[in-house]
């Protein structure tokens, strides 16, 4: 066992200063505490010129000192007072300066609130656990929106802000305002009526459902069990912008996409006009390379095929100089083989007249014919008295046959 003697402990011990206790104290309380709703009445009611306000709540039997800031209490519709009785969100929190435990308020409303609160918890309560706000029943909006129905009063400020951000924007876009009460026991009918009418017009893209801020009963409309499953029955996404950014109601729980304000949501469904044309010449400049791409790659192919295209002129004169080729080729063949065919002629002729009887002629010897024009081979196939006729080399005689020698060596007396 571990023993810890005095002077050990006392080094050990952890010394806060009264700052760091202010401190820590005051990020317990704004950790482990939410944002709550309180009701009192308002006493000891200040405003330096800051422009904050100080001032205290307090019940029967406790009080406890709150802070609006001006970023805060600028949204507040009445001027608070003391004797005034309120319900107010908050924050807990602690002043550091001074060691105090108090409220940071974020809203404040005068008195009856606070069944308007219950019965809106009450009904947020029962359409969040049937499902009317899961974000898996949220309808995405389109890309582009160039038809949009707003839902609102014609004549109040939501509308003049939303249509100044739309000309700003993105003025080719067609607003069809569909008029509604905002505020009051009607508001609630002409509401579901304009949602209605904008599921039932053609070509629309979405549903804009605003109004300026107010206090939470000139919110009540929208905060409608029938008005909240309308908008979740819808076909068409429907995006709300129902006062100030610090107010909420059941409509923009229910919506497919909630703004803060009319003017936010006039940002989110418009485009940009400036960023649309800087899209738009980038396509262009896009185009216009891959044009230049396809024509350079055009003209390439077109001089190819130039190069493999021939005029008929071309071909005519190809064809004109093979035809004379051929021709010479023609003559040249032929004029070699007719000097074959003399020479072989030439040869043939010599041969022939070495056979050739007139070749014996003209060494001097006669061919005899007898009556009949038959050559003689022998003197037997005479007799006396036949005429012949005889064949010279320059010419013919005729003779007669007187004799006969069978001796070729005997001779004629004739």
Known sequence: MKHVTEDSASTERKVYSISELNRRARDILEMHLPLIWVEGEISNFSQPSSGHWYFTLKDEQAQVRCAMFRGRNQYTKFKPAAGDFVSAR?????????????????????????????????????????????????????????????????????????????????????????PSLVQGDEAIDQILQGLAL??????????????????????????????????????????SAIGHEVDFT?????????????????????????????????????????????IKQLRERLAH???????????????????????????????????????????????????????????????AFNEKGEALRSSAETKIGDTLRLRLRDGELTTQVTGQLNDLNSKDTQ
């Open 198 to 239: 904008a599921n039932k017009t053609p070509g629309l893209d979405a549903i804009l459902l605003c109004r300026g801020g107010g206090s939470i009963e000139d919110l009540w409309a929208f905060n409608s069990e029938r008005v909240a499953r309308a908008i979740f029955a819808s076909s068409l996404p429907v995006v």
């Open 305 to 367: 095929l130039r190069l493999r295209l021939r005029h008929p002129g071309e071909m005519l004169q190809q064809r004109s100089q093979r035809l004379d080729q051929l021709e010479i080729r023609l003559l040249n063949s032929r004029q070699v083989f007719l000097d074959k065919q003399n020479n072989r002629l030439q040869k043939l002729a010599a041969l022939l007249d070495m056979v050739s009887p007139l070749a014996t002629l003209n060494r001097g010897y006669a061919i």
């Open 250 to 294: 059941i409509a923009d729980f229910v919506a497919d996409l909630r703004a803060p304000t009319p003017s936010a949501a006039a940002e989110v469904l418009s485009q940009d006009a400036d960023d649309l044309m800087e899209t738009f010449f980038g396509y262009g400049v896009l185009c216009g390379n891959a044009l230049e791409r396809k």
């Open 90 to 178: 908050a924050r807990v929190s602690l002043y550091e300066g001074r060691g105090e435990f108090q409220l940071i308020i974020e809203h404040m409303e005068e008195a009856g609130f606070g069944l308007l609160q219950k019965r809106f918890e009450e009904l947020k309560a029962q359409l969040h656990n049937e499902g009317l706000f899961d974000e898996i029943h949220k309808k995405p909006l389109p890309q582009y929106i160039n038809r949009l129905a707003v839902v609102t009063s014609p004549t109040g400020a939501a509308i003049r802000d939303v249509l100044h951000v739309l000309e700003r924007r993105y003025p080719l876009m067609e607003v069809n305002i569909i």
